[in-house]
């Protein structure tokens, strides 16, 4: 049998280097094994990915019959069935106004489209002095230059940035830390929208094309809930300006909050859309722009195209495996599911965490919920990022076969830790029993290592 030390010699350039990863070798549900017979409770999703869990049979079938039909067609030459049929369920569920789906390959491609996007429509539209983007600090909107640019973790961008396009940064909605104590969560939603509005003068209205931002904060700063009114007020400001919202909901996306779109929960519909974890749920990749109708129509009316486009968009097996991920989701009630579910989550995190000393916040909705990790509780104090507590408590997690999403950074790129959570919709409350006692162990191992010094 191939063992996890057979991979320590490797040709793969991997993410980090000189360490040895286990092998996996198979999943089923909300279970992962590696090549040594070791099981691991998924309970990130991998990066909140992982909808439906592993080995769907509906979906591995759907899979297997597009292959045996056609695998791929470019996109130039033809559409496909598949493809249609999947933009015709996504327009369906999708927030007013929203008339078209553009499929990419992944969350950055899906932001690079809707950047370029946004600034194509007000060249067609006859607003070409529209040049700039306004985004939040501590968002994560993908890797590649353009995405990168927009997010706002200083520690991602930092060796890029002589290569980023200039984007102006405002505050992310971060109440546990930035909400005055003696703030309503609405006045504190409306200072950030007013924040906004200063920032848009700075720049000068008529020369900003888009707001970006996820409506739910996913892994940069963990679970991050917006302030009520807060995209309301947002929405307002952009109409006012003819400024687009283009919201980024590649992970908070696709049911994981318990509604399919994040952004309904909010009551505002984005001018861009996009998605992509949950939308293939990692049983291949893909992701897409949801477009609204109004914008469609002026590209229809201007130049009829969108001069962007990669060699895999719409690709025929992965929106086969889209289209049966979506069906399952509706025939099995699964955002019903995983709204019951992130309650069973969040008391069982409460429950263990709620008084512990070393966890300052629990937060999120549905199925995407986080804790973030302090030295000292009352003043809301973050362990010294030289520690690198995350990192520990994936290691310690993994070796309880736990699969969790800590991230250091949380506060400004360099502070703060926090353990995200997004478990497949299909978990039982048993499963999430075990996830939060073995996270349990796991934060309390961390830390006692610390103070072992055994750092
Ligand atoms: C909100 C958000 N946008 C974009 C991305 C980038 O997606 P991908 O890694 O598929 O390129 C991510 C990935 O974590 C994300 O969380």
């Not at 991050?224 to 807060?230: I, K, R």
């Not at 929405?235 to 283009?246: F, K, P, Q, S």
């Not at 990692?282 to 130049?303: C, K, N």
């Amino acid at each position: 049998m191939l063992c996890a030390m057979t991979r320590a010699m490797t040709r793969v350039f991997h993410r980090t280097l000189g360490r040895t990863l286990p092998v996996a070798v198979s999943g089923s549900g909300v279970t992962l094994r590696d090549a040594d017979g070791k099981a691991y409770i998924d309970a990130s999703g991998g990066a909140a990915v992982s909808c439906l869990g592993h080995g769907h049979p509906d979906v591995v079938a759907a899979m297997h019959a597009q292959i045996d039909k056609l695998s791929y067609a470019h996109t130039s030459f033809f559409t496909t069935e598949v493809a249609e049929e999947l933009a015709d369920t996504l327009v369906a569920g999708a927030p007013d106004g929203i008339g078209q789906a553009y499929f990419v390959s992944g969350g950055s491609e899906a932001i690079e489209a809707a950047l370029k996007m946004a600034r194509q429509y007000f060249v067609e539209i006859g607003q070409p002095e529209r040049r700039h983007f306004v985004a939040r600090r501590q968002s994560y909107h993908g890797n590649t230059l353009g995405a990168l640019a927009v997010g706002g973790n200083a520690w991602r961008r930092a060796q890029f940035a002589p290569l980023l396009i200039d984007v102006a940064h405002v505050s992310p909605c971060y109440e546990y830390r930035d909400r005055g104590p003696d703030e309503t969560p609405e006045a504190y939603g409306r200072r950030l929208v007013t924040e906004l509005a200063v920032e848009i003068e700075r720049l000068g209205p008529r020369n900003v094309i888009a707001f970006v931002a996820e409506t739910v904060v996913g892994a940069t700063s963990g679970a991050l809930t917006p302030a009520p009114g807060y995209f309301r007020g947002v929405r307002e400001l952009c109409d006012r300006h003819g400024i687009l919202l283009i919201l980024d909901e590649v992970m908070c996306g696709m049911g994981r909050t318990g509604t399919l779109h994040a952004c309904e929960q909010e009551g505002i519909s984005p001018d861009l859309l996009t998605i992509a974890k949950g939308l293939g749920g990692g049983y291949q990749p893909i992701g897409a722009l949801l477009v609204q109708q109004r914008i469609v129509d002026a590209f229809a009316r201007g130049s009829g195209f969108f001069q962007h486009g990669h060699t895999y968009l719409g690709h025929a097996v992965a929106c086969a495996a889209a289209l049966a991920v979506q069906r399952v989701i509706t025939r099995d009630r699964l955002l019903e599911a995983c709204t019951r579910r992130g309650e069973d989550l969040r008391a069982s995190l409460t429950q263990r965490f709620g008084a512990h000393p070393h966890v300052g916040d629990i937060r999120g909705r549905g199925l995407f919920m986080a804790i973030e990790l302090v030295a000292d509780r009352a003043a809301k104090t973050p362990f010294e990022a030289k520690l690198k507590l995350h990192a520990r408590v994936k290691q310690e997690a993994m070796a309880r076969g736990l699969m969790v999403y800590p991230m250091g950074g949380t506060i400004d790129g360099r502070l703060g830790d926090h353990v995200l959570l997004a478990p497949p919709y299909i978990v039982t409350t048993q499963e999430i029993g075990q996830i939060v006692d073995r996270l349990g162990e796991a934060v309390d191992a961390s830390i006692a290592a610390l103070a072992g010094g055994s750092h």
